[in-house]
């Protein structure tokens, strides 16, 4: 399901800042040579997820899914002075294409991409985060929110992607990914310790910022 007349979404595409010449190589190379384009979250997620970086100057930002690194980059685009991003894959044949776009791209020095399994590798980390950005398995959302959210400072965010999976969250028997995606939109919605927003961007997005 799209949620945006594909005419309205171009039209949002052309009145948005373009992509950075290697953030449009690593679009265009993920779609030509690596399954699964569609995961990479794009031009206008991008751009958003950018902004958003830029509008919270984050010191220290954690994602959990990098693919082929497009949303790292744009992430690591609004870090503080002396600040760094980590991405966790536990996609091992995709680390090599990464490192070379995170080296080639100049971003190397401020990204930390770890490879491995993202509970366990969030289990080993003693930062506090200003950002957080989910965007891996789904069955494993709900379990991610929970490593994370005492690992992000108060007033920190956190992104979560693909909320509204494609529209199967209305589904009156959903599948299992539906099922955890669904288990997780109610369950940060009803947690206390965070104010929440659903955006229907894309495959929608929760924001949501820990109460200081
Ligand atoms: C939707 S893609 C990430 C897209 C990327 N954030 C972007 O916007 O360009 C999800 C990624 O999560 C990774 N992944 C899935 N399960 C994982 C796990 N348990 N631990 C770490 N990474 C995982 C997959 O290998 C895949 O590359």
Same mark, same amino acid.
């Given at each position: ?13 052309? !009145? ?14 993920? !779609? ?10 794009? !031009? ?144 940060? !919605? ?23």
């Amino acid at each position: 399901m799209e949620f945006l007349d594909p005419l309205l979404l171009r039209y949002s595409e052309d !009145h948005t800042s373009p992509e950075s010449p290697w953030l449009k190589t690593i679009n265009r190379d993920t !779609h030509a040579d690596v399954s699964r384009p569609r995961m990479l979250s794009g !031009h206008l997620q991008g751009r958003l997820l950018a902004m958003v970086s830029h509008l919270v100057r984050p010191k220290a930002i954690l994602e959990i899914g990098t693919y082929t690194g497009y949303s790292a980059i744009c992430l690591a685009e609004g870090l503080a002075e002396g600040g760094r991003l980590i991405t966790i894959d536990n996609n091992e044949e995709l680390e090599g294409r990464v490192r070379k776009y995170f080296r080639e791209s100049g971003w190397e020095q401020k990204i930390d991409f770890r490879i491995g399994k993202a509970l366990d590798i969030i289990a080993t980390l003693s930062d506090t985060f200003d950002l957080v950005f989910i965007d891996a398995d789904k069955e494993n959302y709900g379990n991610y929110f929970d490593a994370v959210i005492d690992k992000v400072r108060m007033g920190g965010w956190i992104i979560a992607d693909n909320v509204l999976w494609s529209g199967k969250v209305l589904d009156v028997k959903p599948d299992k990914d539906t099922r955890a995606i669904v288990d997780f939109n109610r369950k940060v !919605h009803l947690d206390p310790r965070v104010e929440n927003i659903l955006l229907p961007i894309r495959d929608g997005l929760m924001f949501m910022r820990r109460k200081g």
